[in-house]
């Protein structure tokens, strides 16, 4: 029995969400539609292998939309945009989005760039990593329970993706880890050219380890290499 593939299609426009979904439906996918109030709470409520993102906007709001909706979410992200110069589909690619088109778009182009995308994104074998205690500058890293605890044996909540890079950085210990190994791990999948998941997920890291962002001492950033973790790390 083949997969039922089930997209959100996200855009202010009733017309525009209404003809996609139709659309969709007819070659097998199962759609939501949602306006961009309600995008949020849909990705929430139920399993979500695809967003279809409709801008309308102004360049800097739909490249913030981008970026809030990455940072949410690991969910591949199809961009629809108006044919405007201020917006770059570049920049749109390094804000998250897995894929770009410009309206109005030839539905079975769509049809296409989505299949192409779902299969892109299929989850293929995570490498195992090492399991067990990890001590660092006083925190802890329980591998085995993916559990961090802070100085104060106060546990702190991490996603799921940013509970597997973190594993993996101490796993490593002091050695440098690629930008390219630590996303195909958080997202399951091969990475993009203009991948910025990974960026996002180190700052929250950062930020739950309460490192500077400026002057980073436990997660450092080690330029054109990738990451590595900048403490002495105990393993048990």
Not at 4 to 28: F, K, M, N, P, T
Not at 127 to 141: D, E, I, L, S
Not at 179 to 208: H, M, T, Y
Request: with cysteine; aromatic share 4%.
């Amino acid at each position: 029995m083949a997969i039922q593939h089930h997209v959100l299609i996200c855009d202010d426009e009733r017309e525009s969400r209404s003809a996609l979904s139709a659309h969709l439906e007819r070659y097998g996918f199962r759609v939501t539609p949602a306006g961009r109030g309600a995008l949020a709470r849909a990705l929430e409520r139920a399993r979500i292998d695809v967003v279809i993102l409709g801008l309308h906007a102004r360049a800097d709001d739909a490249l913030a939309l981008c970026r809030t909706l990455r940072a949410a979410s690991d969910v591949p992200l199809v961009v629809l945009a108006p044919r405007v110069d201020e917006f770059d589909h570049i920049v749109a690619l390094e804000m998250g989005a897995d894929d770009y088109l410009v309206k109005p778009v030839n539905p079975r182009e769509l049809l296409a760039r989505l299949r192409n995308l779902l299969r892109r994104c299929a989850p293929g074998p995570v490498a195992p990593v090492r399991a067990g205690m990890f001590r660092f500058g006083g925190w802890r890293f329980d591998g085995v329970a993916r559990q961090l605890c802070d100085p104060h044996g106060r546990v702190v909540k991490l996603r799921n993706s940013e509970l597997r890079v973190l594993a993996l950085l101490l796993a490593h210990g002091n050695r440098v880890v690629s930008r390219l190994k630590l996303i195909e791990l958080a997202r399951g999948r091969d990475p993009l050219p203009f991948d910025r998941s990974i960026d996002v997920r180190i700052s929250r890291l950062r930020q739950a380890l309460g490192d500077d962002a400026r002057v980073p001492r436990i997660i450092k950033t080690v330029h054109g290499e990738g990451y590595v973790i900048g403490l002495p790390v105990e393993c048990s």
